[in-house]
């Protein structure tokens, strides 16, 4: 586990990883997804952790997962930053993407 200040920020935030997530919480409700360090596949993107929503994916979170196949984005998740999935592709086909509608 991290505990680091955010600049601009009086709380302390926590980066942690859930089944294969790496989540960064900033204390309050809503949680962020800052990486991705599992295998790939089918990936579902959990709407919450411990009781807190899954808000958004950051820039660099997925880089380079070659291995994924399928990604799933729940309707929680209202913020994706640029880049998020930059070079996610396998080799031989595109993955397919599904976000479940508000």
């Not at 009086?10 to 989540?23: P, R």
């Not at 309050?28 to 994916?57: C, F, R």
């Not at 930059?86 to 595109?94: D, E």
Request: proline content about 7%; some cysteine.
């Amino acid at each position: 586990m991290i505990v680091s200040l955010v600049p601009g920020e009086s709380q302390a935030s926590t980066e942690y990883v859930h089944d294969g997530f790496k989540i960064l919480d900033g204390g309050e409700m809503a949680l962020e997804i800052i990486g991705y360090d599992s295998d790939g596949g089918d990936i579902i993107i959990p709407d919450e952790v411990d009781g807190k929503v899954v808000t958004s994916i950051r820039y660099d979170a997925f880089f380079s997962c070659q291995s994924i196949t399928s990604i799933t984005i729940p309707s929680s998740v209202t913020l994706i930053d640029d880049f998020a999935f930059i070079t996610v592709s396998p080799s031989n086909q595109s993955p397919s993407w599904a976000a479940t509608p508000p």
